[in-house]
């Protein structure tokens, strides 16, 4: 008698945490659609499943804004010497 009662309330249990979780998805998904379309703002879930299309096809990862900013332009800096100081480095004034 125990055993049937204890699985009732599992299966019980399951339903009820199965339709909570699908009551917060689509709660997301209307709060996540009202966000981007007054901000503007894809939601994150958009942005990481596009990352991942990306590295899928074989593109590089690039932070916004620096796509463009690259080059293959050779860059000389001037080199200077640091002499070694006996005793410790005071670097705040």
């Known amino acids: ?23 917060f998805l689509m709660l997301y998904i209307v709060w996540a659609g009202l966000r981007w379309l007054l901000t503007g703002q894809k939601p994150q879930v958009a942005v990481v499943w596009q990352r991942y299309r990306e590295m899928r096809s074989g593109r590089a990862w690039r932070p916004a804004g620096q796509a463009q900013s690259m080059s293959d332009d050779v860059v000389d800096v001037e080199v200077r010497e640091v002499k070694p100081t006996d005793g410790p480095v005071k670097l705040l004034k």
Do not use: E, R
């Open 1 to 23: 008698m125990v055993g049937w009662v204890f699985k009732l309330f599992l299966a019980f249990f399951g339903l009820v945490l199965m339709l909570g979780m699908l009551v």
